[in-house]
């Protein structure tokens, strides 16, 4: 008799992990304070306040970058930045990272450096140590980063802990990552087709193309939350999508959500994109992915503590029974799906959006 096969795309990344977690069990240890299920792990410190978040993330050539339109220099930065964003989303501050390198033949000495200039930029920026890591060959270019942080038990937070009457709020503007991965694949066309007599003019896109090849953790908002005594009730990244990450804080905190898609902020240059691919922006910002901007939940009353060019409310918590909708700008009330980037969801190979 055969062993079954059961293709990855039909259950989906998030229902990979659900399986797998399953066979793992749930974990005894007592200092464990959160395993999987939240943009990083926490555990306790024995016989400490301090608590460290340790949190891991991968970027594949094919996959999630094209060296044809990724400088490496910026990819190096970006792989630093993308963990660091998943700390900040509980509220942590990154200390220290490693890295594991898969590098295939057509990397140079100099190419290597390159990337770790990025590297080096980032953690700077972050104020995070890189501590060590391993380098192997590999048939593409693969950068594994994990990163530790910490907080004191009190400040951190997790998907859970939204409740109905909630704002749900986000922190600059989403779409524009998703808008200049759609201008670099179209002057990736451009480029193999007219090889080196093609020069591009992407002066006019710098705001949304920096947006997907260098985008930023938001660790300076919670800092100014910190100094302001403020901690959000629930709170998550968005990587995968807008519309994908409100419903993992309403699913870990048993909420609905009611999002108003006109409350979303969208940069002009972000419509501009929109509008060049005879798109609807709205699909950008709740789709899209990559903005690495906060989600989060707050009670009304802590409105006034914010800074409130820091932040826009889109939506508010609502009891787990209303479900998850949007409002259209027309005031139409539909369901929002969950949609967003998924890994294997495509072809059998596992390719994703950028080689579609």
């Not at 990154?94 to 190419?111: F, H, Q």
């Not at 950008?284 to 903005?291: T, V």
């Not at 294997?344 to 579609?356: H, I």
Request: contains cysteine; proline residues 6%.
């Amino acid at each position: 008799m055969s062993e079954p096969f059961t293709p990855i795309r039909e259950i989906g990344e998030f229902g990979l992990i659900d399986r797998l977690q399953a066979i793992l069990g749930e974990p005894t240890d007592p200092d464990l304070i959160m395993g999987i299920g939240d943009d990083a792990a926490v555990y306790r410190l024995p016989d400490q306040e301090t608590v460290h978040v340790i949190t891991s993330d991968a970027l594949l050539e094919g996959v999630h970058f094209d060296r044809l339109i990724t400088p490496l220099e910026y990819l190096g930065y970006k792989a630093i930045a993308v963990n660091v964003s998943d700390v900040a989303a509980m509220n942590a501050e990154p200390r220290y990272a490693t890295i594991t390198l898969g590098l295939p033949s057509k990397i140079s000495v100099e190419m290597a450096e390159a990337l770790y200039r990025g590297i080096r930029r980032a953690c700077e920026k972050y104020g995070l140590v890189l501590v060590g890591g391993d380098t192997t060959a590999a048939h593409t270019l693969c950068i594994s980063v994990t990163v530790v942080g910490e907080a004191r038990i009190d400040e951190i937070v997790f998907r859970r802990g939204a409740r109905p009457g909630d704002l749900l709020c986000v922190t600059g503007d989403l779409g524009a990552a998703y808008a200049g991965l759609k201008v670099l694949l179209e002057e990736r066309k451009a480029l193999k087709a007219e090889g080196l007599n093609y020069k591009p003019d992407l002066e006019p896109f710098r705001y949304v193309i920096q947006r997907q090849l260098l985008p930023e953790a938001r660790l300076d908002v919670i800092r100014d939350w910190r100094q302001r005594g403020l901690r959000p009730r629930a709170m998550i990244d968005i990587s995968d999508g807008l519309a994908s990450e409100v419903h993992h804080l309403c699913r870990h905190s048993g909420c609905g959500a009611l999002v108003h898609a006109a409350a979303i902020p969208v940069a002009l240059e972000t419509r501009d994109v929109a509008d060049r691919f005879s798109e609807d922006v709205d699909t950008y910002a709740l789709f899209g992915g990559e903005d690495y901007e906060l989600l989060f939940a707050l009670p009304p009353d802590q409105l006034e503590r914010l800074d409130p060019l820091s932040f826009n409310v889109i939506g508010e918590f609502l009891p787990a029974e209303q479900g998850i909708q949007v409002q259209t700008p027309e005031g139409a009330l539909i369901p929002l799906e969950p949609a967003g980037y998924q890994h294997f969801r495509s072809g059998g190979d596992g390719e994703a959006d950028l080689l579609e």
